[in-house]
């Protein structure tokens, strides 16, 4: 059974720093897309940044290029989100979200991240 734990988040305030971390179990294969994905109040989920499964092409959403940086280790398949210079329009569940070669997805609990102003 794969099962992705999430730590890290908590609460900041604006221009502070959080880091968030997954680690992840159950997979037979390091072949996996990994990201991060957030949910604010009254919005839809949106990737925030992932890195793809071969080549390891990097994505940012917009509103966080240049102040956020994903990395993986394939070894023990976890993926952090080190996040810089938070805003309150940061608030939101961050979910970490993995993609197993079959493009099976496969999702963390959730972890809230609150930035105050």
């Known amino acids: 059974e794969v099962q992705l734990v999430e730590s890290g988040g908590g609460l900041a305030q604006t221009g502070g720093s959080l880091r968030l971390s997954c680690v992840a179990s159950g997979f037979t294969s390091s072949d996996i897309a990994v990201g991060w994905f957030r949910q604010g109040p009254g919005k839809q989920r949106e990737g925030v940044s992932c890195i793809s499964k071969r080549d390891g092409y990097i994505y940012y959403l917009a509103s966080v290029k240049g102040r956020c940086t994903i990395s993986r280790d394939n070894a023990k398949i976890t993926v952090t989100l080190q996040m810089n210079s938070l805003t309150p329009e940061d608030t939101a569940v961050y979910y970490c979200?993995?993609?197993?070669?079959?493009?099976?997805?496969?999702w963390g609990q959730g972890t809230q991240v609150t930035v105050s102003s």
């Open positions: 979200g993995m993609n197993d070669y079959y493009n099976r997805a496969y």
